[in-house]
């Protein structure tokens, strides 16, 4: 049905990655939390794994599944991508606790989490790449940074995200203007470090990590990305708004206890709450 | 998302070349272009995806859309030169199979 006559180096690629497990440790891991996203998820796995195999580098994906009741998980396990691990959670525990399982089961040296709308597109992956390697430990998408360029946000969104901003940088020592942005990337190392403390499984998840990046003295920047709303956005402003406020109270009240400096999540302990479907590599 | 849209030199069909994000926002737009080729009288459309690097559900579900009408017209509906990520989603979501697809080189 299909006339082949171009160079296929992208796609070929592609293929290799799609069918050849991994026999080392990968360079990147890309992180996907997923909760209900028949709909959306498969065409952002698709372009994912086009431009990161393009790259060269031996990477993995892994989708975190959080408690779906729709056939997200059905549909990801059915592609037959060889180096994508799905994890898969029994009940819907926030977005937040998606995150944190996956990026601790990550193998990479260096971890993106990215939403699974496609949002912020993957081909923005090597511009916050750049800025880990100039010697930051997060770098942080950002829709509000000079130069980012944002499509279709609703008001409320924009209203939502202008307050919180204001809010967060005038009540925290956090300095990134959009903490929210769901493209967000780390090392190895500041991000079991941080995911490992992680006490909020929520929205406001993304301001926790970045409240503890800034409280253990990590380098964080900002990256100004394209974004591009989704519809079929999960967020309701109003609702999330009042969760936020109230998580940042919980967030410096966890501080005051000094509920942050020992791990909360040591290793292994969200493996036994979740069942795994995934590749072995061979290390 | 920009559509041109151009009459075939070889077989008279009508090309829809579209360039950038095909997602739910552009839909209207690419339903538009659409009806307007077959208001033109031709029930044979090519769909130029050479420079669209991403397409969502709802785009693939607008693809198939046109592909049936097209087809209970007595026409069809090609999808020419997908770009490798939009190349991809098409065998993820096994629509390569369902659709005809033309790639040219150049």
Not at chain 1, 184 to 192: N, V
Not at chain 1, 253 to 282: F, I, K, M, S
Request: one cysteine or more; aromatic letters at 8%.
């Amino acid at each position: 049905m299909e006339e082949a006559v171009m160079n296929d180096t992208k796609l070929s690629s592609y293929r290799e990655w799609a069918a050849t497990p991994l026999t080392g440790s990968p360079r990147y891991s890309v992180v996907i939390p997923a909760y209900n996203e028949e709909w959306r998820i498969v065409p952002t796995i698709g372009a994912i794994a086009t431009h990161m195999s393009a790259l060269g580098e031996p990477w993995e994906l892994i989708v975190a599944d959080d408690g779906s009741s729709d056939s997200t998980v059905e549909l990801v396990d059915d592609l037959g991508l060889v180096n994508l691990r799905l994890l898969i959670a029994e009940k819907n525990g926030g977005k937040g606790s998606a995150v944190r399982r996956a990026v601790l089961a990550a193998k990479g040296d260096i971890i993106l989490f990215a939403d699974a709308d496609q949002s912020t597109p993957i081909e923005q992956f090597e511009a916050l790449a750049d800025e880990l390697a100039s010697g930051f430990d997060v770098v942080v998408g950002s829709r509000a940074a000079a130069g980012a360029e944002v499509a279709n946000k609703s008001l409320s969104r924009k209203i939502f995200s202008a307050g919180l901003s204001l809010i967060v940088r005038g009540l925290f020592r956090v300095s990134v203007s959009d903490t929210q942005c769901g493209f967000k990337m780390f090392t190895s190392d500041a991000a079991h470090l941080l995911f490992r403390r992680q006490l909020i499984d929520e929205f406001s998840f993304d301001l926790e990590i970045l409240y503890l990046a800034a409280k253990f003295e990590l380098k964080v920047t900002e990256v100004p990305v394209m974004w591009i709303d989704a519809p079929g956005s999960k967020v309701d402003a109003a609702k999330v708004a009042v969760e936020f406020l109230r998580d940042l109270l919980v967030i410096r009240w966890n501080d005051l206890r000094g509920r942050y400096e020992a791990d909360n999540h040591p290793l292994g302990q969200d493996d036994l709450r979740v069942q795994h479907v995934e590749t072995t590599y061979t290390v | 998302m920009q559509i041109s849209t151009h009459t075939h030199p070889v077989d008279g069909a009508i090309e829809l070349a579209l360039n950038g994000r095909f997602d739910a926002h552009e839909a209207a737009i690419f339903r538009d272009a659409f009806h307007d080729a077959l208001d033109g009288g031709s029930h044979q459309v090519r769909v130029n995806l050479a420079g669209v690097e991403f397409v969502d559900s709802t785009a693939l579900a607008e693809l198939v859309r046109g592909m049936k009408r097209c087809r209970e017209l007595h026409g069809d509906l090609t999808l020419v030169s997908p770009s490798d990520p939009v190349r991809v989603i098409l065998e993820l979501t096994k629509l390569d199979a369902a659709f005809d697809i033309e790639r040219v080189a150049g």
